[in-house]
């Protein structure tokens, strides 16, 4: 009986031995396999990194070029806000000027109007008096 045991015994180890030669073999070629795998995949990333970092550049230049571009809209507009309160200030003058010319200018014309009258009312009247 201990024979029959030991028979058994022999027998499952030899099983279980091939069975764990097989899965170190397979659990070596899952290896390697992943192995190459992970070279390839290093292999092929390393060119879209390359074209990833290019990319990355051009925005960062892009992004730069319209941060100036922005700066100079900025500039524009307040120069084009001065620009327009002088005009405002110009038109201002010009209209306080002209007001103030309408008026002296009737206000000359009156005068003339005046002594106009009365020169002639002057001379009118001497004309008569005989002197």
Same mark, same amino acid.
């Given at each position: 009986?201990?024979?029959?045991?030991?028979? +058994?015994?022999?027998?499952?180890?030899?099983?279980?031995?091939?069975?764990?030669?097989?899965?170190?073999?397979?659990?070596?070629?899952?290896?390697?396999?992943?192995?190459?795998?992970?070279?390839?995949?290093?292999?092929? +990333?390393?060119?879209?990194?390359?074209?990833?970092? +290019?990319?990355?550049?051009?925005?960062?230049?892009?992004?730069?070029?319209?941060?100036?571009?922005?700066?100079?809209?900025?500039?524009?507009?307040?120069?084009?806000?001065?620009?327009?309160?002088?005009?405002?200030?110009?038109?201002?003058?010009?209209?306080?000027?002209?007001?103030?010319?309408?008026?002296?200018?009737?206000?000359?014309?009156?005068?003339?109007?005046?002594?106009?009258?009365?020169?002639?009312?002057?001379?009118?009247?001497?004309?008569?008096?005989?002197?």
């Amino acid at each position: 009986m201990n024979q029959i045991w030991i028979g +058994l015994i022999v027998l499952a180890v030899i099983i279980t031995s091939g069975f764990i030669i097989s899965l170190i073999i397979e659990l070596r070629k899952t290896v390697y396999s992943l192995r190459e795998f992970l070279i390839v995949t290093k292999e092929s +990333l390393k060119p879209a990194l390359e074209e990833l970092q +290019l990319t990355l550049k051009s925005v960062r230049n892009i992004s730069d070029d319209i941060n100036d571009m922005t700066s100079d809209v900025k500039e524009l507009s307040g120069t084009v806000r001065e620009v327009s309160q002088k005009i405002r200030h110009v038109t201002a003058l010009i209209d306080d000027v002209t007001s103030s010319t309408a008026m002296k200018a009737s206000g000359l014309k009156a005068g003339i109007r005046t002594a106009f009258g009365v020169l002639l009312t002057n001379l009118f009247s001497r004309k008569g008096d005989g002197k």
